[in-house]
């Protein structure tokens, strides 16, 4: 099956604390929990949390192995870009900081001037844009 626009993408990431993570991208963006599994304490066994949207072709998985926990290393080039096509609602950047996100500058400032940028609790970034993509 060729990677086309209906493959379905995953994007994985490491987390330290998937219920901290859960607060930022459920209660915070919105997100809905696809799937939840805790590990039961078997060795290579990972905790796993997957939000996204109903029926979108993409979801978020976080991970957390307790045996072998992986530590995130986001760079400043590591965002995760949501295009609203619309003004960043103040209310929901108030919603993201009270579930665990904290607002940063854009390493690259074309993102400040095209919407908001946040850092998860595991560090990852989050660009809410107010550009649209066609």
């Known amino acids: 099956m060729p990677a086309d626009a209906t493959a379905h993408v995953r994007i994985a990431r490491p987390s330290r604390d998937l219920a901290a993570a859960e607060r930022f991208w459920v209660a ?72 665990g996100g904290t607002r940063a500058p854009a390493h690259n400032p074309y993102w400040d001037t095209w919407g908001v940028t946040l850092r998860d609790p595991d560090g990852y970034l989050l660009l809410l844009s107010t550009r649209t993509w066609p």
């Open 28 to 99: 915070g963006l919105g997100l809905d929990v696809q799937c939840r599994h805790q590990a039961d304490g078997t060795p290579g066994h990972h905790s796993l949390l997957m939000a996204g949207r109903p029926g979108a072709a993409w979801h978020l998985e976080l991970v957390h192995d307790p045996s072998a926990p992986v530590e995130p290393r986001p760079t400043p080039e590591d965002l995760l870009v949501v295009y609203l096509g619309e003004e960043v609602p103040d209310a929901l950047v108030e919603r993201l900081e009270q579930h």
